[in-house]
Structures are given as structure tokens and as C-alpha cells.
């Protein structure tokens, strides 16, 4: 078992949907988490850092943490065409140490 | 945050043969951290460098293989040697910024 396991998709979705984007993980000692958004030929960028269990909410993304389901998501509203990339999660026991990252989830946003 | 400007962006090897890849940093940081990310994989770390002391390599990853140089707290480069078609995959670099990893933009290897 992956120690940290994401749908690779491809998801491809309507411009206004809502996407779910999601990570299961099998360390319970994970506390950080974390999404990144990777354009095609660029490196990763973060998009959302998560401390522990709860939600995160910036603009049109919602990160949320259950930890007690080993479970992260990240939620995009009203997506554009501009969301269209591939998205990994990754965490660690210690910030920024040792972090562990998804397979990540390519996804598209049809105009 | 901090501004990686890595290179080259791609490149097309012959197998036996060796390439370098260059990250400069636009600030001095502590740690680079080198990854390999091929398709449908996860990112892996391949090792991280300090400046001043030799690289820590994670497991199944050496040395000889992926020979590390980081001369001062603003660059690093990472050797692939004695390339197999295997070793065909992205290569990144990247810092830690406070607030997570900042990434370059990646080398896009391909052995053949």
C-alpha cells in the first residue's frame, strides 16, 4: 500500500462545476497538508496549506483534513478553464520535512 | 517567494552518456531539495544539499548515480550519469520557502 494514495483521473469537468479533488493516506502521524498545482511543463506551485484536522477556505478552494478517515480534499468552485492542471496533495509529520506527495490528479476544465 | 530559474528545460540523451542540470535560487536558502517525478508517480525525493556538506540521498538513490554540487546558498546542480532509458523523467528542484516548496520548473529528460 502507497503511503499516500490519488485518483490520477484524468477528471474533466464544465466550466462552473465543482470539483472534488481527493488523497487517502495510511501515516496516522501525518499533521501538515498540503495541495499543489502543477501547470503543464511548469514545477508545482502551492495552493493550500492545512494544519491538522478542519477546513481551510481561500477564494474559490476549500481544503479539508479528516484525519480520524486518513482523508484530504480539496474543493474548486465556480472552476475555469484556468484551473485546468494537475493537482497533488502531499504531507508530513513535520512542516516542511519529509513531506510525502500524491500521484496527483490531472484535471480539466471545459470552456 | 523565492525564484528558481532551472535548466535546461528538456533535453534528449544518449544512453552511457551524462547530463547536468542547473538550479539557481534568486535568495539564499539553507536546504535544496532535488525530486524525480515521472508519470503517474509521485514526486520522489532523490536528496537534499547543503551547502558546505555532502548531499543526504534517500533510499535507492546514490551517489555515483546523481552526483550533487552546491558551491554556495544560491545554486546547485544534479548530475544524471551513465544514463539508461530508465533514468527518462522530470527532474525538479526546489526550496523551502516558509510557507511550503518553491519549485523550478522542471527538466524534462528522455534517454534513448
Known amino acids: 500500500q502507497k503511503e499516500v494514495e490519488q485518483d490520477p483521473g484524468p477528471l474533466s469537468v464544465p466550466e462552473g462545476a465543482i470539483v472534488s479533488l481527493n488523497c487517502t493516506y495510511s501515516n496516522s502521524a501525518f499533521q501538515y497538508f498540503m495541495w499543489y498545482r502543477q501547470y503543464s511543463r511548469k514545477g508545482p506551485e502551492l495552493l493550500m496549506y492545512?494544519?491538522?484536522?478542519g477546513n481551510k477556505e481561500d477564494g474559490r478552494f476549500t481544503a479539508q483534513v479528516d484525519k480520524s478517515s486518513k482523508y484530504i480534499s480539496l474543493f474548486i468552485r465556480d472552476s475555469q478553464p484556468s484551473d485546468s492542471a494537475t493537482y497533488l496533495c502531499?504531507?508530513?509529520?513535520?512542516?516542511?520535512?519529509?513531506?510525502?506527495f500524491g500521484a496527483g490528479t490531472r484535471l480539466t476544465v471545459k470552456p | 517567494s523565492a525564484v528558481i530559474s532551472q535548466k535546461p528545460s528538456r533535453d534528449i540523451c544518449q544512453r552511457g552518456t551524462s547530463l547536468t542540470i542547473q538550479c539557481q535560487v534568486d535568495s539564499q536558502v539553507t536546504m535544496m531539495f532535488w525530486y524525480r517525478q515521472q508519470p503517474g508517480q509521485s514526486l520522489t525525493l532523490i536528496a537534499t544539499?547543503?551547502?558546505?556538506?555532502?548531499?543526504t540521498y534517500e533510499s535507492g538513490f546514490v551517489i555515483d548515480k546523481f552526483p550533487i554540487s552546491r558551491p554556495n546558498l544560491t545554486f546547485s546542480t544534479l548530475t544524471v550519469s551513465n544514463m539508461s532509458p530508465e533514468d527518462s523523467s522530470i527532474y525538479l528542484c526546489?526550496?523551502?520557502w516558509g510557507s511550503g516548496y518553491t519549485f523550478g520548473s522542471g527538466t524534462r529528460l528522455t534517454v534513448v
Open positions: 502531499a504531507m508530513s509529520q513535520v512542516y516542511n520535512n519529509d513531506m510525502r
Open positions: 526546489s526550496v523551502d
Open positions: 544539499a547543503n551547502q558546505g556538506s555532502e548531499a
Open positions: 492545512t494544519y491538522s484536522s
